[in-house]
């Protein structure tokens, strides 16, 4: 059954966490249109896809942008992770998997997208997303590292930040694995198939 087979990728963990409006819906309308937009992926066999400059920049300098953590975020030596990870819940790819680590690298648009003054993570649906990571792998740590890095000339590149210190290309969150967390997104999971099992008997 489609709706028994739902797992939550890492990347949309977040989308389960918005708290209904109403108090009587188990489910928020945000997670609702989720996964029905899950649904029809499912049903019609393709997979939404989301572009953007953004996004075409950090699969660009990907590679750039974790040499630059290992010196600016104090690392060790590590190379991208290609491996899957699965459980009953959840699926997820971290960036890089390190012995007592998980890091997951977010690559800036320009300066002012840039976190140079946060002191939280900007965007929560990262912090679940590092906690879906956390689980998967058996890590209680992770960083989440931003850098900022010179846009490709053919996406529109005009600032130059290579001159710039250390301080001001490169932010890192630290983040604690929370169980209480995860048993949440859990039990958002179960709520998440129960309402799929709802919409495709009415489909």
Known sequence: MI??????????AGKLMTDPKNKNDKLSKTTQSFLEEWAKEQMYGIRKEFSSKQTE???????????HAIDWADLPFCVKN????????FTGTPDIVLPELIVDMKNSWDCFTFPLFETEIPTKDYYYQLQVYMHLTGRRKAKLVYTLENTPDYLGGKEDYSHLPAEMRCKVFEVEYSKEVIDKLIERVKLSREY?????WQA
């Open 196 to 200: 799929l099992k709802t919409i495709l």
């Open 57 to 67: 920049k950090g699969n660009e300098v990907e590679s750039e942008s974790i040499d």
């Open 82 to 89: 290609t491996t899957d990870y699965e459980d009953e819940y």
């Open 3 to 12: 709706a028994e087979e739902f797992k939550v990728r890492a990347s949309c």
